[in-house]
């Protein structure tokens, strides 16, 4: 983590106390997040990013800030922290309702972090979970900070040996990993489950199913089983920090751990990437010509 945090709009050194006990939200995981991929000082699909933040508030009662306010704080902490090229986690924590809450003057704080790239290697190894994840809750998809199950299952899959897993819903349907989404491929037909199996709407994968094109290759959602994925030539994950990532093996299971449609929809992924850094970088350059 760098050195500056913001907090409601201030740039901060990150060792200034400016939390307190009776945040609510603190206590009882009762916010939304993302995680943003800066790229050469730009904010990548940033309204992607708060329009689902958006969504998840207004199901977990959680108010967000203005989305071009929150831009401008966001592009103040990565200028203090020159983090051009990092990784930004934006929180939104409420401070009100239950026993628990302090009075505030505020209903919510607004939290943000970067943090170097990680280098993710070339591949990943899965283990399995089952019953990991509940398709008919009503908070299914949610990206909220009630995250200490996620983090748990990532710290055993370290200490048995994995990378990552394999989410199943109580349908034993393949659902996401505990921070990525993650892709079949027969052919040249590329499946991920649908949001209706529990998983998250990560941005990369709504980019890959709306976006992203690479002549020949179909990417299509479906619901997908463990069966499915040993069925398969490929297996891949993605998420805002690791873009699309091979999956080496899954336990349990002999998988062909090919690499091929990955790659090519990892190259074009990465090709918009570059356009849309290009494009909101010149738009900037106009603005500040001409305010």
Known sequence: MHGHIL????IVDAATPCLRAGQVGLLAGWGVFSTIRVCRGVLF?????????????????????????????????????????????????????????SPSDRDFDVLALTADLANWGESVRLGVVPHARHSESPFAGAKITSWAANLTWYEQAHLNGFDEVVLLNENNFVTECTSANLFAVRGREVTTPPLSSGCLPGVTRELLLGEVRVPGIRVAERDLTLDDLEASDEVFITSTTRDLLPVASIEGLSIAGGSEVCHALRTEFRRYVEAFVASERSREMRETVHP
């Not at 800030?65 to 831009?71: C, E, G, Q, V, W």
Request: glycine fraction near 6%; avoid cysteine.
């Open 45 to 101: 699909a940033f309204d992607r990013h708060y329009a689902r933040m958006r969504r998840d508030g207004e199901r977990m009662r959680v108010p967000l800030p203005d989305a071009a306010s929150l831009r401008n704080d966001l592009l103040a902490l990565v200028s203090a922290n020159r983090a051009e090229n990092s990784t930004l986690r934006v929180v939104v924590v409420r401070n009100t309702g239950g026993v628990w809450a």
């Open 7 to 10: 907090h409601n709009g201030d």
